[in-house]
């Protein structure tokens, strides 16, 4: 039985576990990777200290800091989460059960797909979500970008650096920050179709084609080898149904101060309701509820 635990390695969860670790809880974290969504960012410029620094070395940073305290981590996924009838929980990984007074859930947030014929049969063929993680591969390459964010509009701009032609696909207006879209209209190599969905993803080993259509229905053949999704993130909050209270857009509901309602169950970072989605927001949210967890389990056991 431990004191904590911490679902998910992002800035949300690895911030929780130093904070849970300074306080001398016996914590475990339990997630698939470090680092979460820093991963597939290749320039930050808004998290504090760092006038520009690549997501990749933020999480550096951030796992040897967390190395210096005596955290448990469990590299599995989270399947289930069980309120126990004396008030504790168990988190199941599979058929392997983890036993805490207190859970907080950092789990964050999944690309959303597009949902089109294809897609699933190319992905990892030519059909991606990282642009940052996949996009040297497409050098010289034709590819297109889906999406009207601030994702979207940064993957567009650094694939333009290494493709031959990149085309992005927006179905509405952007929904990005003026620095990016500025960015972007500088950008050379970027064709923007706006007003255009995707229709479906099509080829023989790889991709090859990519269609789109017009707000009247009318189809348009993109010759691409390569499709990177950017419209959105989905919260990884199924484990948590039955148990955790989920907004309309599935993120667990919290107040102000991480708690869902649950005595003992706590929620930060994106799979938390809240207004914005940042790192450093994320990193605040995860100090917090690791404060309030220990507050919690000081009056309590």
Known sequence: MH?????????????????????????LLITKDLGGQMMWTREIENYLGYQYITGPELIGKFEDHLKRYPANIVYAEVTGLQQRGDGTFSVYCGDREHKAKAVI??????????????????TGRGVGYCATCDGPLYAGKAVAVVGGGNSALQAAIELSV?????????????????????????????????????????????????????????????????????????????????????NRYKEIAVNCR???????????????????????????????????????LLRNY
């Open 3 to 27: 004191d904590l635990i911490i679902i998910g390695g992002g800035p949300a969860g690895m911030t929780a576990a130093v904070y849970a670790a300074r306080k001398m809880l016996d914590t």
């Open 105 to 122: 859930i950092a789990s964050g947030k999944r690309p959303r797909r597009l949902g089109v014929p294809g897609e699933e049969e190319y």
């Open 162 to 246: 290494v493709a031959s032609q990149v085309y992005l696909v927006v179905r509405g207006s952007f929904k990005a920050d003026p620095v990016v879209i500025d960015k972007l209209r500088a950008a050379a190599k970027v064709e923007i179709l706006r007003g255009y969905v995707a229709r479906g993803v099509y080829g023989g080993e790889t991709v090859e084609k990519f269609v789109v259509a017009d707000n009247g229905g009318r189809e348009k053949d993109l010759a691409v080898q390569g499709v990177f999704v950017e419209i959105g993130l989905d919260p990884n909050s199924e484990f948590a149904v039955g148990v955790a209270k989920l």
């Open 258 to 296: 991480t708690a869902t309602g649950v005595p003992g169950l706590f929620a930060a970072g994106d799979v938390a309701s809240g207004p914005d989605k940042q790192i450093i927001i994320a990193a605040g949210d995860g100090a917090k509820a690791a404060l309030v967890a220990y507050e919690y």
